[in-house]
């Protein structure tokens, strides 16, 4: 087995964001998003059961995604991607909008953004898989989507361990 | 909703392939893959519940996905796209290799693979949300996966309708 090979597997990079119950806005950085219908519209994502906008996002039973664009930071992916949201107020310092539903949604650096209702979670060893219903969609910018790939070489980020696919370096 | 925004979630390009329960090799192109957790390995990928091949898996209980290169030709795409397992033998003209379980996997025009043991599936909508535990994964060549954005704009790729992100043209 090469782990290496599953590097071919192309990513996004996206803040998956909720409110939660107690109406603080938190997010992390999530690589693992995919829509899985187009009709009606759904999608899943893997986030760790550990990271704090992981329950914030079952509790809340709604959530946002708002996809990178190239031209993405490294401080910005830093911000939300290695620190957690029960320490600090990530969305303090950056601009971010509110959606109709109340979900923050990160529009620096960013070109679009989607919207859902969690339809559903399933454990899957460290990670939650949650799927939701798109309930909104936009662009933010023409700008193209940051690529997992583009991030590990041209921002030259890093992945914290806690990823749906770690890669080390 | 503007679900064109919908089009900055990135995918990749793969042929998602088992062998069915009566000893036939089939497989279709799907984009929505991806990997869920690091350790141990896993992945989800979201297959239209009418296609022959995710029968075939679930009955099978495993399957593999080749991804493809950059260099894949719209012919071998459209070999495992756009028409049934039900129909014809899609392997049959096409290099290929068997893993040590019995899983084919197309060698043509693809740069890696991933192989799995079928954990669990579960119907949304359309399509089959299948997870899987990762047993096996090869780099087959260095040549840099083929993006679903590449896809269409460089390719000129087309969708079928049954896919779990269909893009008009």
Known sequence: MDLTALFSLNYGLYVLATRDTDGKYVGCVVNAAMQITAE????AVSSNSQNYTTGA??????FTLSVFSEQAALKTISTFGFRSSNDIDKFKAMP??????????LTREVCAYVECKVTGSEDIYTHKLIRGDIIDSRRLSKESPMTYNYYHKVVKGKTPKKAASYQNG
């Open 40 to 43: 009606p519209p759904s999608m």
């Open 57 to 62: 996002v079952l509790r809340s039973g709604m």
């Open 96 to 105: 971010y909008i509110v959606t109709e539903s109340g979900m923050p949604v």
